[in-house]
């Protein structure tokens, strides 16, 4: 296919500096000789490999967040061979979908977006890509299922899951049907197990992609409610069976939520005319409204239902932290602010804090605390929110994950590992 592209992000490599008086060459003796070198071992510059699919003859091309992100040099190699060096016009960490340019003076080839909504279980799909550096492969099998969240890949989750084979390189490729549409941007496999892959909705791309290459980011809707599920253990409380809503557990002060009439407690069953049955449907629904829009929630409240008018607000960078935690790791995490460094006697001045860790959650057994500040996930520094969850979002799903935390002002290496079984 023309329109698929190689795409090459080379990160020149910054000294590694480890927790004072405690140099990561000691860590060799700790943790062991394959675990330094895959976490602590430093390199001159390290790259990555994968796809991108031209969508505009002036150049623009789609491809994954998680494949640019943080580079210094990004080269792009056509199907006729020519490379051009590319620049970022926009990325999304929250859909890990990112948006390059290259320069090129003819006419360049361009897929065509099909409607990943028209996708049925069972159809063809054709996934193309440069796994591995081998250019324009393509693998066929079909689509699995629709509407994946709870992958732990990204914050906003609605994957197309397929068993076309995806191996590394193929990421940012396209995934077709059979008519040669694109349905879908190749994003993830399944580590532990062969044919299971997944790609965003290109519905989803299609729906930012206006934003990023006018803006280079994407603004979105926001509440300002902490959430959680309507679990079997809360159900009989609210005379709902499970999974029939999702429980409004805080209302931030100052919030559209406050300003609509939300209340902890309220149990969201529909926004607008969509039913809203778990967290990852209310969250992408809320996140496609544009800010300042009315929209209309129906909540359970003291037995009886209730349509409330709330005029949504713009999604500041923390609101990551107003989700429930991610069931896979079992913690909370908030913005590290000034305040809160004080009052848990922490020198950091960016990264998150850990608000609640759930009792044999991955995170627990791990040894994180409340209290605790995450300052680094896999060697990678997390400033905000929205980058703690990027960085947790790259791990695959039985991954490890090495973090760097500051306890009473004091530095100190966790690895949590994620729970058997779970994804």
Do not use: C
């Not at 023309?2 to 992000?9: D, G, L, Q």
């Not at 860590?27 to 505009?56: A, H, I, K, M, T």
């Amino acid at each position: 296919m023309p329109a698929v592209v190689n795409v090459s992000a080379v990160q020149k490599a910054a000294r590694r500096e480890g927790p004072p008086g405690q140099p990561p060459e000691r860590f060799r003796e700790f943790f062991g000789e394959e675990f330094y070198e895959r976490f602590f071992r430093r390199r001159p510059e390290s790259r990555n490999q994968g796809s991108g699919v031209l969508v505009d003859r002036r150049g623009l091309i789609v491809t994954n967040n998680h494949l640019i992100e943080g580079s210094d040099e990004i080269e792009v190699r056509l199907s006729d061979k020519r490379k051009f060096p590319a620049r970022v016009v926009g990325r999304d960490p929250k859909t890990d979908v990112a948006v390059l340019k290259i320069d090129a003076e003819h006419d360049l080839p361009v897929a065509e977006l099909g409607d990943s909504d028209r996708l049925r279980i069972g159809q063809w799909a054709i996934a193309v890509g440069n796994p591995f550096g081998l250019d324009s492969t393509v693998t066929v099998g079909i689509i699995s299922a629709t509407g994946r969240a709870r992958v732990g890949v990204t914050t906003y989750e609605d994957f197309i899951q397929t068993d076309a084979a995806i191996n590394p390189g193929n990421s940012g490729g396209p995934l077709l049907n059979l008519d040669g549409k694109v349905v879908g941007i190749n994003t993830a496999i399944v580590s532990v197990g062969q044919g299971i892959g997944f790609a965003i909705p290109v519905n989803m791309v299609k729906a930012i992609l206006p934003q990023l290459v006018a803006g280079g980011k994407v603004t979105r809707g926001w509440l300002g409610i902490r959430i959680q599920e309507l679990t079997e253990e809360l159900a009989p409380s609210f005379g709902l069976p499970p999974r029939s809503g999702v429980l409004v557990s805080d209302v931030m002060p100052g919030s559209p939520a406050e300003g609509g009439g939300l209340r902890a407690g309220d149990l969201i069953v529909a926004y607008g005319e969509a039913p809203v049955t778990d967290v990852p449907t209310l969250q992408r629904l809320v996140a496609a409204t544009a800010p300042g829009q009315l929209a209309r929630i129906t909540v359970v409240r003291d037995g009886g239902r209730e349509t409330l008018a709330v005029t949504i607000g713009e999604q500041p960078a923390e609101a990551v932290a107003a989700v429930a935690p991610p069931e896979r790791w079992g913690l909370t995490v908030e913005p590290l602010t000034p305040e809160l460094a004080r009052e848990f006697n922490l020198s950091a001045q960016e990264g998150v804090l850990v608000f609640r860790v759930a009792a044999g959650s991955p995170a627990d057994r791990a040894g994180l605390r409340p209290g605790d500040a995450i300052l680094e996930v896999n060697r990678r520094k997390v400033a905000d929110p929205d980058a703690y969850q990027e960085a947790l979002g790259r791990v695959g799903p039985s991954g490890e994950v090495l973090l760097y935390v500051q306890r009473a002002g004091r530095g100190l290496y966790l690895v949590m590992r994620a729970a058997e079984g779970k994804e």
